[in-house]
């Protein structure tokens, strides 16, 4: 994965509007970790996403809603301690139906409450007409590179342990699921320790038919309706830096935003991991290979974009 290749598959056109680029909608951030959700949600406007919603527990909504004036914020359901349960989509349905990419994950704190959560947005959009989340702006959502139709699912943290118990469910998000692990999630979604890492994502992308994302190397899956071979990328950039608090999130925030833009699944995870591996050279640069912050990293995607897409 070099500059040139990407220059080569150029990002869409910025478009005339707010609209044109694609809404991203965030579902995490319990009580105890808000944080990873702002990550995640200023990652997606820093590439370029046109709106943003942040659905977080209720308690921490109005927090989020200040710490970041861009964005929408949604209350949702928590239990007692502050984890976001599955049991609030009727929230946010609106938001459902009209976001080009949904992230879910940054910030989720239990692992089988986000399990309930991912099982309700699987039941939720099996019980609707598979294109009702087209929301007809341009991005994602309105049909490109969708297989399905419907928003873009971006899975990362705890919620991509919930995907082993919803192997046989995962129908709905045929052709439009990107997961974000890193190498400890990957032991986990394949059920082993990683042995070679290379060859492991791409088992992890055919399991689960979808783009995976993993320290630097992107697969998308083989067979299936595809008419692309299975393809397998790898970066050549990045400082050991990345392996702060919260640079996973900005990483999956990233991907979103460009994926809610219009790009394939592949292109999205190509773009959003190099431009995260990239920002963390720029800072290594400046500050030293270690210490650099994680939401410095989104501050950096703009001009990267632009000296890449020009």
Not at 1 to 12: D, G, H, V, Y
Not at 126 to 132: F, H, K, L, V
Not at 295 to 305: I, K, N
Request: hydrophobic share 45%; net charge negative.
């Amino acid at each position: 994965m070099t500059p040139s290749l990407l220059r080569e598959w150029p990002l869409p056109a910025p478009g005339e509007d707010k609209y044109s680029r694609g809404s991203v909608l965030v579902i995490g951030g319990a009580r105890a970790t808000p944080g990873a959700a702002l990550l995640a949600g200023t990652a997606a406007l820093r590439a370029g996403a046109g709106k943003l919603t942040l659905a977080v527990a209720e308690s921490v909504a109005v927090q989020v809603a200040v710490a970041l004036p861009e964005c929408g914020a949604m209350g949702l359901p928590e239990t007692a301690e502050g984890s976001v349960t599955g049991e609030g989509l009727d929230r946010i349905s609106s938001y459902l139906d009209r976001a080009d990419a949904i992230l879910v994950g940054p910030g989720l704190d239990d692992p089988e409450l986000a399990e309930e959560l991912l099982r309700a947005l699987l039941e939720r959009e099996a019980g609707t007409d598979s294109g009702s989340g087209a929301s007809g702006s341009g991005g994602a959502g309105s049909g490109a590179g969708n297989a399905g139709g419907g928003p873009a699912v971006v899975l990362d943290a705890y919620a991509l342990g919930g995907l082993l118990k919803l192997g046989d469910q995962l129908e709905p998000w045929k052709g439009r699921l990107i997961l974000t692990p890193n190498p400890k999630e990957a032991a986990v979604l394949l059920e082993r320790e990683v042995e070679d890492l290379a060859a492991d994502v791409a088992e992890i992308a055919d399991k689960f038919q979808a783009v995976v994302s993993c320290q630097g190397l992107i697969a998308r899956p083989s067979g299936g309706d595809a008419p692309e071979e299975s393809e397998l990328w790898q970066m050549t950039t990045g400082y050991g830096g990345l392996g702060t608090s919260g640079s996973g999130d900005v990483l999956a925030g990233a991907i979103a935003g460009l994926r809610a833009r219009g790009t394939t699944g592949a292109q999205a995870a190509c773009w959003g991991t190099h431009l995260h591996a990239a920002a963390a050279d720029r800072l290594a640069s400046r500050r030293g290979p270690l210490g650099f912050l994680a939401r410095e990293l989104a501050d950096e995607l703009p001009a990267l974009m632009l000296e890449l897409n020009t």
